[in-house]
């Protein structure tokens, strides 16, 4: 998606450890406009799946999550990382370890959300190691639910976790695949 790679290569920040830091439009300050293009992407991509519901994890996953649904004419269901107070114990639960802040958190959603005749798809901000995504595709098989694939705003492609998805035989779709963060650059994949 051009749109995401030109504002990825103006507004993005290559930090240590093969961070990329896109916060200004995508997980910290959100570009509505940008994520109701990603919406309208992830949409047209899987429009033929059946996509019953949307399934993303708290907090940077629900802006483009919530535009996909939108777009599908679909509920999105959030992963929530805290359980709060008014959950009952009828939960789905998996752990999720973050590289980035370096914890595991526990996400959970409501079994009353997702059932086994749910056809989902995952949407996430990032996919690096998959981490997030696992756990989502845990809670999905506990709910007997079909996980119809998985949409990313941005993949970066040399860390594992499209290898994990390709080997496990998810389809995915990233609307930037980012092939290297070499040099302190963002490089594509597809670029010479």
């Not at 004419?73 to 370890?97: E, G, I, S």
């Not at 086994?116 to 690096?128: P, S």
């Not at 696992?134 to 998985?150: E, F, L, R, T």
Request: with cysteine.
């Amino acid at each position: 998606m051009k749109l995401l790679e030109d504002r990825i290569r103006r507004d993005g920040d290559v930090l240590p450890g093969n961070v990329l830091k896109i916060n200004s439009f995508l997980n910290h300050q959100v570009d509505p406009e940008l994520m109701m293009a990603a919406g309208q992407e992830f949409a047209r991509l899987f429009k033929d799946s059946g996509v019953t519901k949307v399934l993303t994890c708290e907090a940077s996953g629900i802006a483009p999550g919530v535009m996909a649904a939108y777009e599908l004419h679909v509920p999105m269901v959030f992963a929530r990382k805290k359980k709060p107070a008014t959950l009952n114990d009828a939960v789905y639960w998996a752990d999720v370890y973050s590289y980035t802040k370096k914890v595991t958190n526990q996400i959970c959603v409501e079994q009353k959300f997702l059932h086994n005749d749910d056809k989902l798809l995952i949407i996430d901000d990032f996919l690096a190691n998959g981490e997030a995504v696992k756990g989502m595709i845990s809670v999905a098989q506990q709910a007997n639910a079909q996980v119809v694939g998985v949409g990313v705003v941005v993949a970066k492609t040399f860390q594992g976790g499209t290898a994990w998805l390709k080997e496990h035989n998810v389809r995915l779709e990233a609307l930037a695949k980012i092939a290297s963060l070499a040099d302190g650059q963002v490089h594509f994949a597809g670029e010479q």
